[in-house]
């Protein structure tokens, strides 16, 4: 990947540390998938041996979320959620430093894809809800072969990942709206035209974004924005998914019905049902999902949980 010549529309030139963290990741992303992953191994057993940072966040999530779970099960998928994290995110830059049809050629594997493909021909729109959950980069590629998806993006604090995701992206047949009002109307648009736009459901939002719905049976802060546009469109909705093959043969992309009740004119069901269909996906392989994340840091009853 070529590093961008020094201007981007609202910053100064790139400094030296800039251009050494753009050489950095350019380095990892023309190093082999499989290189990547077993290094990936490595940095998640090293950080596993640690009890406070990253594991401790994702020991209380999942204690939380499994609470019949036994400890020896918490500590086995703690320590493999931290290695699949470290993996996809050295996956991240071998997508990003790629042309797509290198992303495209790794999905070897598909699952009810026709849901998907049907989908994104409705004259309503299709929203694709993509929780963070496996590996949503590489994803992006295969998605953008078959349409033009509009998907909200935000700029990275760290300039030189900015950059580099942005050159990334632009590759793409994607437009890029930003995490505000304008690119909220940027997606209502799309979808009104019978256009195609992904969302990732599952952050905490801001504190005019969201309202209090269950997950994992915790009444947790939760993103109305997927609902809303849901309600305002009745555009058709699919979950997609892309999972880590074993044995170093690529990934999976999965596509399945969202509950429902996401379709419902009472904003808290809708909600709740997003929610629900977040938490399926999650408890078919707890390892896949990004744990790593305080998804718990606003809830309704419980109170300074990563305290």
Same mark, same amino acid.
């Given at each position: 990947m070529s590093v961008p010549e020094l201007q981007t529309e609202n910053t100064l030139p790139l400094s030296v540390k800039d251009?050494?963290?753009? %050489?950095?990741?350019?380095?990892?992303?023309?190093?082999?998938?499989?290189?990547?992953?077993?290094?990936?191994?490595?940095?998640?057993?090293?950080?596993?041996?640690?009890?406070?940072?990253?594991?401790?966040?994702?020991?209380r999530n999942l204690k939380l979320c499994f609470p019949e779970q036994s400890e020896r099960w918490i500590n086995d998928i703690t320590k493999r959620n931290l290695i699949y994290t470290a993996q996809?995110?050295?996956?991240?830059?071998?997508?990003?430093g790629m042309s797509p049809q290198y992303s495209i050629e790794q999905m070897t594997e598909f699952d009810n894809i026709e849901l998907f493909l049907e989908?994104? %021909?409705? &004259? %309503?729109?299709?929203?694709?809800i993509? &929780?963070?959950?496996?590996?949503?980069?590489?994803?992006n590629s295969w998605v953008s072969q078959h349409a033009n998806p509009v998907i909200m993006y935000k700029p990275s604090k760290n300039k030189s990942m900015d950059i580099f995701v942005r050159e990334a992206r632009t590759r793409l047949s994607t437009t890029l709206a930003p995490t505000d009002e304008k690119g909220v109307k940027a997606i209502f648009k799309t979808l009104k035209s019978g256009g195609v736009s992904i969302l990732?459901?599952?952050?905490?939002?801001?504190?005019?974004?969201?309202?209090?719905? &269950?997950?994992?049976g915790i009444s947790v802060w939760s993103g109305i924005?997927?609902?809303?546009?849901?309600? %305002?469109?009745?555009?058709?909705?699919?979950?997609?998914?892309?999972?880590?093959?074993?044995?170093?043969?690529?990934f999976k992309i999965t596509a399945e019905k969202i509950d429902a009740n996401v379709y419902s004119d009472d904003l808290?069901?809708?909600?709740?049902?997003?929610?629900?269909?977040?938490?399926?996906?999650?408890?078919r392989d707890p390892t896949q999902y990004q744990w790593v994340y305080k998804r718990f840091k606003k809830c309704e009853t419980l109170k300074n949980v990563y305290q």
């Open positions: 251009r050494l963290s753009l %050489k950095i990741l350019g380095f990892f992303s023309r190093l082999s998938l499989a290189s990547l992953q077993y290094l990936g191994l490595l940095i998640g057993s090293i950080v596993a041996w640690f009890p406070q940072g990253p594991a401790w966040v994702i020991r996809t995110a050295l996956e991240f830059t071998k997508t990003w989908a994104i %021909k409705s &004259p %309503k729109g299709c929203l694709v993509a &929780p963070h959950y496996g590996n949503w980069e590489f994803m990732l459901p599952d952050h905490t939002p801001h504190d005019n974004g969201g309202i209090f719905a &269950p997950f994992f924005l997927a609902s809303k546009l849901i309600q %305002k469109t009745k555009c058709e909705v699919v979950m997609l998914s892309c999972t880590q093959r074993s044995g170093g043969l690529g808290l069901t809708s909600v709740s049902a997003m929610n629900r269909s977040v938490e399926t996906l999650i408890r």
